[in-house]
């Protein structure tokens, strides 16, 4: 199947600092990913829609402004964390979507665990 | 997207066969089934879609009654490996303006 890589697997930041996770399609293109945050022993929850040139559709209680999303490309998408603190710990999950409706498949990273000092 | 219901843990041993639950009493016409499975620290990984009646891969069969308001996912012969958390989506396919909201899955463990 197709290939989603996150990089970085994991990171450890200090608080008030930003940092920046890639989600990236190794095999496809994908004009829409979308990215997760899943806390210990809960499902994940779908933070925001990002689609290819344009702004990305946040979720309702998500803030725009401290996860930052770009999708410059269509095979790139980067979720930025700033000025981190220690309740954006969490593991971050991208899937990316390839074809549409009925048709469609969804594939996602291998996440990536932020833990904020 | 249909609201899903699923038990919060199973347990069951190596060699067993097991069904998985997911009630989805107001799934509409043109709704899929798909079953992810996940690891910890890791991302959901596709399992099995489905429409309606019985579809089967080599991993696993998804059986589905003529209402559609449940599925079951049956996983022969488990094995150690075969714990991890088990979620059931159900929706009209995937599209730029599908939200995919994960319920909150369930919790397989399998014992020696």
């Known amino acids: 199947g197709a290939v989603v890589s996150q990089h970085p697997s994991w990171v450890i930041c200090k608080s008030g600092t930003s940092v920046k996770i890639e989600c990236r399609s190794l095999d496809f293109q994908a004009t829409t990913m979308f990215w997760y945050r899943q806390f210990p022993k809960q499902s994940l929850m779908l933070m925001a829609t990002s689609n290819e040139g344009s702004k990305a559709t946040y979720e309702q209680g998500v803030e725009k402004d401290k996860f930052l999303i770009n999708h410059a490309s269509l095979t790139l998408s980067t979720l930025t964390v700033t000025s981190a603190h220690p309740e954006d710990s969490s593991f971050y999950i991208c899937s990316a979507l390839i074809g549409q409706g009925a048709a469609g498949e969804l594939f996602f990273g291998e996440g990536s665990r932020l833990t904020v000092l | 997207l249909a609201k899903t219901t699923q038990p919060i843990s199973m347990d069951s041993y190596e060699g067993q066969e097991v069904n998985i639950t997911c009630s989805h009493n107001?799934?509409?016409?043109?709704?899929?089934i798909t079953w992810y499975q996940q690891f910890p620290s890791q991302g959901p990984r596709f399992i099995i879609q489905?429409?309606?009646t019985k579809v089967t891969n080599e991993v696993a069969s998804l059986f589905i009654p003529a209402d559609r308001k449940s599925s079951t996912l049956s996983l022969p012969r488990v094995s150690l490996s075969d714990t991890a958390v088990y979620y059931c989506?159900?929706?009209?396919?995937?599209?730029?303006?599908?939200?995919?909201?994960f319920g909150s899955g369930t919790r397989l463990s399998i014992r020696p």
């Open positions: 107001n799934i509409a016409t043109n709704d899929y």
């Open positions: 489905g429409y309606k």
């Open positions: 989506l159900v929706g009209p396919g995937y599209s730029s303006a599908s939200k995919i909201i």
